[in-house]
């Protein structure tokens, strides 16, 4: 069956592939359109899976609040440029909305739930992304909260998104919106490790002590006094460490000498009501991705070469 400059487009419409891949699929499929869906889906599998192995550390965080519900996550590809395109972001957001409706319980329940619009899971609709965008794609990581209220944000075009989740009495949600975005700002900005200084671990506090005691053995000042002594000192230090790691104890950024706990606070009263900030996501797209390292010197040198 003989297909026309139409047929091509057509299918270039509805798979986003390119043109001559199109073609090539309707000289193989003899002008069958839907044989050439399959064709082309089959050639697609195939290419993902050349690009699986590939290194995904790019990409994008999206976080949302859909009816109440908050949702943040991350999903990697290989290049900003690919990153930054309407297909890529929209999967993302797409996946942020499983999230929330499937409710998985980890990561594998998220790539077995329904892709919306289609009779497809997240997991079967990755290799046909990655046919359309061209690059390795990865869902990595993501966090829901289904009670309190939650608020997102997204700093630099997805490289960092953070969820703060808050408990609130007597105070209507939406009044604690710009609390929430402040807060937010504040773990995008300072990255802090704990919520509140009561959310430290036995072992971390115990190895932050022992760093502290170590400093002050190596100290000439302090290496003589007390271990009794040092230990009363250590206890003063550890106000800094809550401050300087915890969102509640960190000073506000932007009101200095007042810290975040204090700020909440001061909100909760002025709107007649109780705030307690329970949690927090914060995901910064590619962190603890080991990269390739590019020469392009040398590949550029390496493609002269090949040229010879």
């Not at 195939?46 to 908050?70: L, M, P």
């Not at 271990?227 to 300087?244: A, F, N, P, R, T």
Request: contains cysteine; charged residues 30%.
């Amino acid at each position: 069956m003989a297909f026309t400059a139409a047929d091509v487009k057509k299918l270039r419409e509805m798979t986003n592939v390119g043109m001559m891949d199109c073609k090539k699929a309707l000289t193989a499929s003899e002008g069958d359109m839907d044989k050439a869906v399959e064709w082309l889906r089959e050639k697609g599998l195939a290419a993902a899976a050349k690009k699986s192995g590939r290194i995904a550390a790019e990409g994008a965080v999206c976080a949302i609040v859909e009816d109440g519900v908050g949702a943040i996550v991350e999903v990697n590809c290989e290049t900003d440029f690919a990153a930054q395109s309407d297909k890529f972001t929209g999967f993302v957001k797409d996946v942020a909305d499983v999230v929330v409706k499937a409710a998985p319980a980890d990561l594998d329940a998220l790539l077995a739930a329904n892709y919306p619009n289609t009779d497809k899971t997240v997991g079967e609709m990755i290799p046909e992304k990655v046919l359309v965008i061209g690059e390795n794609l990865k869902v990595r990581r993501f966090a829901r909260y289904a009670t309190g209220v939650t608020v997102p944000y997204i700093h630099m075009a997805g490289r960092i998104g953070v969820l703060v989740n808050m408990e609130v009495e007597g105070i209507d949600a939406a009044a604690v919106t710009e609390l929430g975005k402040d807060l937010c700002m504040q773990v995008a900005a300072m990255n802090p490790s704990f919520c509140d200084k009561a959310d430290v671990d036995q072992t971390t506090l115990d190895k932050e002590k022992e760093i502290q005691l170590a400093l002050m053995d190596n100290d000439p000042k302090m290496a003589s006094k007390p271990l009794q002594v040092k230990e009363k000192i250590v206890l003063g230090k550890m106000s800094k460490y809550y401050g300087e790691n915890c969102l509640m104890q960190m000073e506000f950024v932007k009101e200095k000498g007042v810290s975040v706990e204090q700020h909440v606070a001061a909100i909760a009263k002025g709107l007649g009501g109780k705030i307690s900030v329970k949690s927090f996501v914060r995901f910064e797209r590619g962190e603890g991705i080991e990269k390739k390292q590019e020469d392009f010197a040398a590949e550029v040198a390496a493609q002269m070469n090949m040229g010879k």
